[in-house]
């Protein structure tokens, strides 16, 4: 009997500047595109238009983007973002966080989230892998994605475990056990756009000295396509327990 297509959902809670986004694309096309290998249908919520699914249900796989805002901030639509994580966590339903979405699912869990003294981080930065779950898979060697972030998260929820970790970022991914995956950075931004990203701050969020190291660090190799792969590995696992 041929396994039922899942559905990975994508909740947008930002949107790259206009100019690059008649270029790039927005958010969510770059996660589907990214995890465009994967078996699976995509629907995606604009949760920073106050639309959030009906129900945890509706996906098989959460996937929350990145974004301009900072968790703590006040804007209407985080407290229902966090009651939502919530109710996935309760229903069983599988997350991926990425940046803002690493930092939501902290704080929704009762982590804390703050603007690092550390500075900016951005370009591709690496980190290494610690304590990793035997159900994820093969380990990757590092993890080495996209960075673009002041946040960070600087108190993990209990329950909580730290994935991969690096002396910039001591939270580059934690691991909630039967629940979510969340990532510092950026798996979904492929370096045109990260790049792009970098050069329409330059003097204004960004200073010059900034976005040259950002650009200096391209140079790095990014493993994006292996951290998609992590991201099929929690489905299969999904499928098997629905079979």
């Known amino acids: 009997m041929a396994q039922t297509k899942l559905t990975i959902g994508i909740l ?10 008649q270029v790039y694309g927005d958010y969510p096309g770059m996660v589907a595109s990214w995890l465009g290998d994967l078996d699976a249908n995509f629907v995606s919520y604009p949760v920073l ?4 699914p009906p129900s945890p249900t509706e996906a098989d796989l959460w996937v929350i983007t990145g974004s301009k805002f900072g968790a703590y901030e006040d804007h209407p639509w985080i407290p229902p973002l966090e009651d939502f ?12 966080g990425i940046c803002f979405g690493h930092q939501m699912i902290a704080q929704a869990l009762g982590g ?18 610690k304590n990793w779950p035997a159900e994820l898979g093969q380990q990757p060697e590092n993890l080495a994605i996209q ?4 946040d960070q998260v600087e108190e993990i929820p209990d329950g909580a475990e730290i994935l991969a970790s690096s ?4 939270a580059a991914a934690l691991w ?20 792009a990203l970098l050069e329409s701050r330059r003097g ?40």
């Open 12 to 21: 947008e809670t930002g949107r790259p500047p206009e100019e690059l986004k």
């Open 49 to 52: 238009d106050n639309e959030l």
């Open 85 to 96: 994580i919530r109710a996935c966590k309760q229903e069983n339903v599988m997350m991926f």
């Open 112 to 129: 804390v989230v703050r603007k690092s003294t550390k500075g900016w981080g951005l370009g591709v930065h690496e980190y290494d892998f």
């Open 147 to 150: 960075a673009y972030h002041q």
């Open 167 to 170: 002396p910039f970022c001591e």
């Open 176 to 195: 909630y056990p039967g629940f979510a995956i969340t990532v510092q950075g950026h798996p979904e931004f492929a370096k045109p756009y990260a790049s």
């Open 204 to 243: 204004t969020v960004l200073s010059d000295k900034d976005v040259d190291q950002g650009q200096e660090n391209m140079a790095i190799a990014d493993n994006r396509a292996s951290i998609a792969t992590l991201v099929g590995q929690i489905l299969r696992n999904k499928q098997s327990q629905m079979a």
